[in-house]
C-alpha cells in the first residue's frame, strides 16, 4: 500500500502508532517501526533525557524510522524539540498545541512535522504553517479527544488541505483503515490495539481491560473542564463523573487523577486507575504481535479497496 505517507517517512505500511503516554516507549516503538509502520515514542510530559533515552534504546532495535511525538503543553517541549533534532529523529507528531514556533528548526532539520488535529481550522493553520501531514483525530479515539468524529473529520480535512492526512480514531481493524482510505486519508494511526500489543510494556490487567471491553464500555470524563478524555469504564471514572456533576473544582478533579494513568499502564491498578482506550476496544479480542497487527490490518484493507 503506497500513499503519499509511506513515501514521505520512507516506511512500509501506511500505518502509524499512536504516541500514547506511559504506552509508546522504545519498545513498542521500534517493534512496530521493524513491522513496517512508523513507531513513535510518546514524550509527553517526560524528563527531557528520558526521551533522550528512548531514542537511543529505540535505535538499538531497529535501523528503520521512527517518530517522536511531542506534547506541547510540557513545560519541556522546548527541549524535547531540540532533542529529536540531537538525535536524528526524522518524524515528529504534534499533539496539545500548536508546533508553529519549533516549525523552522524542525524544518531546517529534515525533520517531517505531522500535528494531530481536531478541526478543519486547526489543519489549514497547521498547512499554512510548513506541517508535511496532518492526522485528522476523531473523538472515538482513547485519551484526550475533540468533538467531531472520524468519519465526518477525516473527509473534510481531507478537501480542506493538500498535504497528506492521517485518520485515527476508531480504527482497528482493515475495515477501519478501508473506511479512512475511502474519506480521503493516505494512512491510519492507531492507539489502543498496540496498547494490546504483543511487545507492549502495559501491564497485563490493562490489556485484559482492553481485550474484555465491549461496546459501550467507554466514557468520557472532563467536559466540564474543558478536557475531555475517553477511558474504559471503571471506579476512577464512576467518581469523577460525580464529582462533575456536583460541579466539583478543577483542582479536586485534578487531584483525583493524579498519577492515575502510570498507575494503571505500569501498576496494573484498573480499578482506580486511568484506563484510556477508544470505542474500538470492544473489536479487540486477543494480544498480538506488532507484525501481526499491521500484516493482518493492511491485507484486509487492500482486499477490501479492490472490490
Not at 471514572?237 to 478533579?253: D, M, Q, V
Request: with cysteine; proline share 3%; glycine share 10%.
Amino acid at each position: 500500500m503506497k500513499t503519499r505517507i509511506t513515501e514521505l517517512l520512507g516506511i512500509e505500511y501506511p500505518v502509524i502508532q499512536g504516541g500514547m503516554a506511559w504506552v509508546a516507549e522504545y519498545h513498542l516503538a521500534a517493534a512496530v517501526s521493524e513491522a513496517g509502520g512508523l513507531g513513535l515514542i510518546g514524550a509527553a510530559s517526560a524528563p527531557p533525557e528520558i526521551v533522550r533515552e528512548q531514542i537511543r534504546e529505540a535505535k538499538k532495535l531497529t535501523d528503520k524510522p521512527i517518530g517522536v511525538n511531542v506534547m506541547l503543553l510540557n513545560p519541556n517541549a522546548e527541549e524535547v524539540a531540540k532533542i529529536v533534532i540531537e538525535e536524528g529523529v526524522k518524524v515528529v507528531t504534534t499533539g496539545a498545541g500548536n508546533p508553529g514556533k519549533y516549525m523552522e528548526m524542525w524544518k531546517n532539520a529534515g525533520v517531517k512535522v505531522i500535528p494531530v488535529v481536531a478541526s478543519v481550522a486547526m489543519a489549514k493553520l497547521m498547512e499554512r504553517a510548513g506541517a508535511d501531514a496532518v492526522v485528522a483525530e476523531g473523538m472515538e479515539s482513547g485519551g484526550h479527544i475533540g468533538e467531531a468524529t472520524t468519519m465526518t473529520l477525516v473527509p473534510q480535512v481531507a478537501d480542506a488541505v493538500k498535504i497528506p492526512v492521517v485518520a485515527a480514531g476508531g480504527i482497528a481493524d482493515g475495515r477501519g483503515m478501508a473506511a479512512a482510505m475511502m474519506l480521503g486519508a493516505e494512512a491510519v494511526q492507531m492507539g489502543t490495539v498496540f496498547v494490546t500489543a504483543k511487545e507492549s510494556i502495559v501491564h497485563s490487567n490493562y490489556k485484559q481491560k482492553i481485550i474484555g471491553a465491549k461496546d459501550i464500555d467507554s466514557e468520557v470524563t472532563g467536559r466540564s473542564t474543558g478536557h475531555p478524555v475517553r477511558s474504559i469504564r471503571n471506579k476512577m471514572t464512576r467518581e469523577y463523573l460525580r464529582l462533575e456533576k456536583e460541579g466539583a473544582s478543577f483542582e479536586e478533579l485534578e487531584h483525583l487523577t493524579l498519577g492515575s494513568l502510570r498507575n494503571a499502564v505500569m501498576d496494573g491498578d484498573v480499578v482506580n486507575g486511568t484506563v484510556m482506550a477508544g470505542q474500538i476496544a470492544g473489536l479487540i479480542k486477543e494480544e498480538k504481535s506488532c507484525k501481526e497487527i499491521i500484516e493482518n490490518i493492511t491485507a484486509q484493507a487492500e482486499c477490501l479497496l479492490k472490490i
